[in-house]
C-alpha cells in the first residue's frame, strides 16, 4: 500500500525535515537514512513504524539544516541531547501520523474498488446460473438442429422431437453440470464479503479469493456452453484484479 508523510520542525534551533513514503510490496521491507546524530533513535523509529505497519517498503528520510561553515558537518556531529532526542522524536511521530493517514486513505480507495469487483462477480455468477438452468433446452435445440442437418443431407427429411436422443441430451448435459461450482462461488463470495465487512486480515482474503478462482476454472472447464465460458472469462479476470488489489491490504 502507498503513503507519505511529510513534516518539518527545529531541533537545537535547527530546521529538521522527515519524510515518510511506503510503496506496494507482499512483505515489510525499511529503509532509513538519517543524519549520523539522530542514527541511536532508530530502534526507537522502527519500533513505532512496525507497530502500525505490517507490509510494504518503507523509507524513512530525515534531512537537517547545514551548520554553517562545515563543509563535513555529518561526519563530525555528536548524537543529539536527550532534549533534542525528545523534540527530533515529536516530529518524526507527527510525519508518522500523516502517513498512516495517507495508507488509510489509500486502504479505503483499495476496498471501494474490491467492492465493485465484488458485486461485479456476484452479477455475473447470477448470469452464469440462469445460463446454465436453461441449458439442457439450449443443447436439446443444438442437438435437433444438428440430428436434421444431416437426415437433410442423406435426403431422409426432418426428424420428429420424440426421435431426438434424449439420452444424449441428458449425458451431455450432466457431463456440463456446474451446479455444485455454482453454489461454492455464492459461498466463498459471501464469505468474502463479511470478511471483508469485519476488516479481515488480508491473507485470509487471499485464501479465499484463490478458492474462488479455484472454483470459476473448474466452472470453465466443465462448461460447454459458449455463453457460459464468456462470463466465465469476465469472472476471472474480475477475481484476479480483486487478488492484485489485495496483495497491498494489511
Same mark, same amino acid.
Given at each position: 500500500?502507498?503513503?507519505?508523510?511529510?513534516?518539518?520542525?527545529?531541533?537545537?534551533?535547527?530546521?529538521?525535515?522527515?519524510?515518510?513514503?511506503?510503496?506496494?510490496?507482499? %512483505?515489510?521491507?525499511? %529503509?532509513? *537514512?538519517?543524519?549520523?546524530?539522530?542514527?541511536?533513535?532508530?530502534?526507537?523509529?522502527?519500533?513505532?513504524?512496525?507497530?502500525?505497519?505490517?507490509?510494504?517498503?518503507?523509507?524513512?528520510?530525515?534531512?537537517?539544516?547545514?551548520?554553517?561553515?562545515?563543509? %563535513? &558537518?555529518?561526519?563530525?556531529?555528536?548524537?543529539?541531547?536527550?532534549?533534542?532526542?525528545?523534540? &527530533?522524536?515529536?516530529?518524526?511521530?507527527?510525519?508518522?501520523?500523516?502517513?498512516?493517514?495517507?495508507? @488509510?486513505? !489509500?486502504?479505503?480507495?483499495?476496498?471501494?474498488?474490491?467492492?465493485?469487483?465484488?458485486?461485479?462477480?456476484?452479477?455475473?455468477?447470477?448470469?452464469?446460473?440462469?445460463?446454465?438452468?436453461?441449458?439442457?433446452?439450449?443443447?436439446?435445440?443444438?442437438?435437433? !438442429?444438428?440430428?436434421?442437418?444431416? @437426415?437433410?443431407?442423406?435426403?431422409?427429411?426432418?426428424?420428429? *422431437?420424440?426421435?431426438?436422443?434424449?439420452?444424449?441430451?441428458?449425458?451431455?448435459?450432466?457431463?456440463? *453440470?456446474?451446479?455444485?461450482?455454482? #453454489?461454492?462461488? $455464492?459461498?466463498?463470495?459471501?464469505?468474502?464479503?463479511?470478511?471483508?465487512?469485519?476488516?479481515?486480515?488480508?491473507?485470509?482474503?487471499?485464501?479465499?479469493?484463490?478458492?474462488?478462482?479455484?472454483?470459476?476454472? #473448474?466452472?470453465?472447464? $466443465?462448461? #460447454? *456452453?459458449?455463453?457460459?465460458? !464468456? $462470463?466465465?472469462?469476465?469472472?476471472?479476470?474480475?477475481?484476479?484484479?480483486?487478488?492484485?488489489?489485495?496483495?497491498?491490504? !494489511?
Amino acid at each position: 500500500m502507498t503513503g507519505y508523510g511529510m513534516e518539518y520542525g527545529f531541533v537545537s534551533g535547527r530546521k529538521i525535515v522527515c519524510i515518510i513514503k511506503s510503496y506496494n510490496s507482499r %512483505f515489510f521491507e525499511m %529503509f532509513l *537514512d538519517i543524519p549520523y546524530e539522530f542514527s541511536h533513535v532508530e530502534p526507537r523509529i522502527k519500533m513505532e513504524i512496525k507497530k502500525r505497519v505490517k507490509r510494504g517498503k518503507i523509507e524513512v528520510i530525515v534531512r537537517k539544516e547545514p551548520e554553517p561553515r562545515l563543509k %563535513f &558537518f555529518h561526519l563530525f556531529s555528536k548524537k543529539t541531547s536527550k532534549g533534542g532526542e525528545e523534540e &527530533f522524536f515529536y516530529i518524526f511521530l507527527s510525519c508518522l501520523q500523516k502517513f498512516i493517514d495517507s495508507r @488509510a486513505e !489509500e486502504g479505503q480507495r483499495i476496498k471501494d474498488d474490491i467492492k465493485e469487483r465484488l458485486e461485479r462477480l456476484k452479477e455475473l455468477t447470477a448470469e452464469v446460473e440462469q445460463l446454465h438452468k436453461r441449458f439442457p433446452q439450449y443443447v436439446k435445440s443444438v442437438l435437433k !438442429e444438428r440430428v436434421n442437418q444431416i @437426415a437433410e443431407e442423406i435426403g431422409i427429411g426432418e426428424i420428429p *422431437d420424440n426421435i431426438i436422443d434424449l439420452a444424449g441430451v441428458v449425458h451431455i448435459v450432466r457431463k456440463s *453440470d456446474i451446479s455444485e461450482e455454482i #453454489t461454492r462461488i $455464492k459461498s466463498h463470495l459471501a464469505s468474502f464479503e463479511e470478511e471483508l465487512q469485519r476488516e479481515g486480515d488480508g491473507k485470509k482474503l487471499l485464501f479465499i479469493s484463490q478458492e474462488i478462482l479455484r472454483e470459476i476454472n #473448474t466452472l470453465g472447464s $466443465k462448461s #460447454t *456452453d459458449i455463453n457460459i465460458i !464468456e $462470463k466465465v472469462i469476465d469472472m476471472k479476470l474480475e477475481i484476479e484484479r480483486i487478488r492484485e488489489q489485495l496483495y497491498n491490504v !494489511e
